[in-house]
């Protein structure tokens, strides 16, 4: 059935071989591609429908705005634009084209739609009332908290703020239990206005969740951790937070806690530190929250067990397990030993199956100053092997020198981010990597499809999930007989800095003639410049010092490593950090052609479950060591 979502329609439901509604005219067949199934909400300000993309068949929820005063429809357009920035598995989303206007038959009104994710579970406010609102536990508590925070903190860290956390406003995944943050029509960008608090921002209240700040119009981001502090206060004894049992509305305070005795007072001292009046006195940003609920789980943690007295160990000689053989042969066959040691790990042209010849090649390096101008040229030079995958196409890999950098971002750097620190210096030893983000025709000799939204042979392939990444270098290390992986996080800035210290290779700032992204949100001094709101062949751009292209936007590039909230305790000797247990999130390095220039800088991070795609790409490095 196609429904018509004409609200003047006599008749909507309609059979699914027609573009056009048979009781007044008006297309079902929306922007060519969806078709509205069934009705799943209604409220003060829209509709929400069902729907189904004819082309993936793939179910999705269709948002009608039916309050048609100009400010609902600033907000509407704004969610849009909001969620298509945002990119994260706990947030909606949404492609570049998910806003639309609708005209129904016959009529000069248009009715504005939004076209987004379905969300298959329940937000919590159902979910608590389907358990006969029985509060959660703390161990859940925790998890829910942290990860709500951090989808918070990618809100916060592109100058938003929600304004509207409450369990209506929070889904839960029935497939994988992840929380999802929805409703973003109510989103607030951070000016100095807010900060400086003169007011005028508009009023959005939901009794118990809204702080005190925002009642009087002057939201700022910490009301979200207010917010999201009476949540879980919800969540936690089964209560709403005006609950009388609780609430004392002379001191505007909630006497909450003998009613979750199931919790630390660590967690109730946070809780009750983000839900504090006066927003000043709340925790100032996500960091701050994240590093707390870091301390809390040290203090659940049960004592180590004492390491056993260590025992003296056995001469290999003496040793019948299978290491001891092996030690035990290379005393008498050393020679050959070594050989085989030889083969895989030394002098390339010994360490693979079939010779490498190394090639050099000459290029041209700029230098910029803080309005992205260029300052200095000079020429360079870089040695490179090239990889035949077959078909004519090929894969140029290039040598990067081993060395000791500063990894991360100084505390003074323009829109530096918490999780780039503290800096530490870091050794990298010497590896090859890719001269640039992996094209779709290389992909394609690989992998045999193009998952690309952007196609072009040249163009860096996207739409590519970090899983897909890995199977990528699987099957790439397979045909070559050579160890092809992701970089770590460590060597992908090392390459990208090439011995700078500056927020671009380039320099202290950027220009979309330099680099390929939305120019309408500059860095640094640099004026405003061309949005092109797609990607560019690879080597469109000049090159860092290193020959290598496109380190700084294009496409986000997936690394090996597990998502860190910062480098305390780090590896320093350029290896990958992971956890000893398998995470969902994984790392993503360089920007891309739709963000703004602060996010292309060498030291920024970002991060995406293992198996989101949206428009991410790679690029591969080896350490040359045979299968």
């Not at 082309?55 to 704004?78: C, G, H, M, S, Y």
């Not at 202290?508 to 949005?531: C, F």
Request: charged residues 20%; aromatic residues 10%; neutral net charge.
């Amino acid at each position: 059935m196609s429904l018509c979502i004409n609200p003047n329609c006599p008749k909507p439901q309609n059979p699914d071989n027609i573009n056009f509604c048979e009781a007044c005219g008006s297309e079902v067949l929306l922007q060519q591609r969806y078709r509205v199934q069934c009705q799943l909400g209604r409220g003060g300000f829209g509709v929400t429908f069902e729907i189904n993309e004819v082309r993936t068949n793939k179910a999705k929820v269709l948002k009608v705005l039916i309050n048609n005063e100009p400010k609902a429809i600033e907000l509407f357009k704004q969610e849009a634009d909001v969620l298509s920035q945002l990119h994260h598995s706990g947030i909606p989303h949404v492609e570049l084209d998910a806003y639309f206007e609708y005209y129904p038959y016959n009529s000069q009104n248009p009715i504005h739609c939004l076209v987004m994710e379905k969300v298959v579970g329940e937000d919590l406010e159902k979910y608590m009332r389907k358990r006969g609102l029985r509060p959660i536990n703390q161990t859940t508590a925790i998890e829910w908290l942290k990860d709500l925070i951090i989808i918070l903190e990618q809100v916060h860290n592109k100058n938003f703020f929600h304004r509207d956390i409450k369990p209506p406003n929070i889904m839960l995944r029935s497939e994988s239990a992840e929380l999802v943050l929805i409703d973003f029509g109510t989103v607030r960008k951070v000016t100095s206005t807010v900060f400086k608090q003169q007011g005028g921002v508009t009023g959005i209240i939901s009794a118990g969740y809204t702080p005190s700040e925002q009642i009087n119009n002057n939201a700022v981001p910490q009301s979200d951790f207010f917010a999201l502090g009476r949540t879980f206060v919800y969540l936690l004894t089964g209560k709403e937070p005006l609950d009388p049992i609780m609430y004392d509305s002379y001191n505007e305070r909630l006497n909450w806690r003998n009613h979750a005795p199931q919790i630390s007072s660590m967690l109730a001292d946070l809780l009750d530190d983000m839900m504090q009046r006066l927003y000043k006195d709340r925790p100032q940003n996500t960091q701050v929250i994240l590093q707390r609920i870091a301390a809390i789980e040290k203090s659940l943690q049960p004592p180590k067990p004492q390491p056993l007295k260590p025992q003296p160990p056995k001469s290999p000689i003496q040793s019948t397990g299978r290491r001891g053989f092996i030690k035990t042969a290379s005393l008498v066959v050393g020679s050959t030993t070594l050989a085989v040691v030889g083969y895989n790990f030394l002098g390339n042209k010994h360490q693979n199956r079939t010779p490498i010849n190394i090639s050099s090649f000459s290029f041209e390096v700029v230098t910029t100053d803080a309005t992205g101008n260029i300052t200095n040229r000079r020429n360079a030079s870089a040695k490179y092997f090239t990889e035949d995958l077959g078909n004519g196409v090929t894969l140029d890999m290039v040598e990067i020198p081993g060395g000791t950098f500063i990894m991360g971002s100084p505390e003074s750097e323009a829109e530096r981010d918490s999780d780039e620190g503290p800096q530490r210096q870091v050794t990298v030893p010497s590896f090859y990597m890719g001269k640039y983000e992996l094209t779709q025709a290389q992909y394609q000799a690989i992998m045999g499809t193009n998952p690309s939204s952007f196609k072009g042979n040249n163009r860096p392939v996207e739409s590519v999930s970090w899983d897909d990444a890995v199977e990528f270098c699987k099957k790439l290390s397979q045909k070559t007989q050579k160890n092809y992986r992701l970089p770590s996080e460590a060597e992908w800035e090392y390459a990208c800095r090439a011995r700078t210290t500056t927020p671009f290779y380039f320099g202290e700032s950027i220009t979309p003639e330099l680099v390929n992204y939305d120019g309408s949100y500059p860095y640094a001094s640099a004026s405003k410049g061309q949005d092109r709101s797609q990607t560019t062949d690879v080597g469109t751009f000049p090159p860092n010092a290193f020959g290598l292209y496109d380190m700084h936007g294009n496409v986000w590039e997936w690394c090996q490593d597990d998502y860190q909230e910062n480098y305390i305790n780090a590896p320093i000797d350029g290896s990958a950090w992971n956890s000893r247990s398998s995470s969902d999130l994984k790392l993503q390095r360089g920007g891309s052609w739709s963000l703004d220039a602060g996010s292309c800088r060498a030291a920024d991070r970002d991060r995406d479950s293992r198996d989101i795609s949206l428009y991410y790409g790679f690029r591969v490095v080896s350490s040359f060591r045979t299968l």
